[in-house]
Nanobody, 127 residues
């Protein structure tokens, strides 16, 4: 059973930075496209970024372009989301996800959502 684990969230002041991590124990993330999405209370889920098995990246949300960067460390079986210039509107639970059956190692051009994600990590941006 696929189990993803997100970490790195916390409380940060506006303008600050955080780096989120996504790891998995049963699969090699290096073989699959991995995406990050977030969900704030009473708001719809928002797809953020995706990184393919080859390392190509896609950004889905205009409001985070230039501020959020997705990357992977193959040796550590970890995908990161570097978040800079954080704003209060970025407050949400952040999740990483994979979908080996539907997407494999390729990122969809449009965010549709993937089927396997972890419990998430809470990011709170507040002064």
């Amino acid at each position: 059973q696929l189990q993803l684990v997100e970490s790195g969230g916390g409380l940060v002041q506006p303008g600050g930075s955080l780096r989120l991590s996504c790891t998995a124990s049963e699969i090699s993330l290096n073989h699959y496209a991995v995406e990050w999405f977030r969900q704030a209370p009473e708001k719809e889920r928002e797809g953020l970024s995706c990184i393919s098995g080859s390392g190509a990246t896609l950004n889905y949300l205009d409001s985070v372009k230039g501020r959020f960067t997705i990357s992977r460390d193959s040796a550590k079986n970890t995908v990161y989301l570097q978040m800079d210039s954080l704003e209060p509107e970025d407050t949400a639970v952040y999740y990483c996800a994979v979908d080996p059956v539907r997407y494999g190692s390729m990122c969809p051009e449009i965010y549709y959502g993937m089927d396997y994600w972890g419990k998430g990590t809470l990011v709170t941006v507040s002064s």
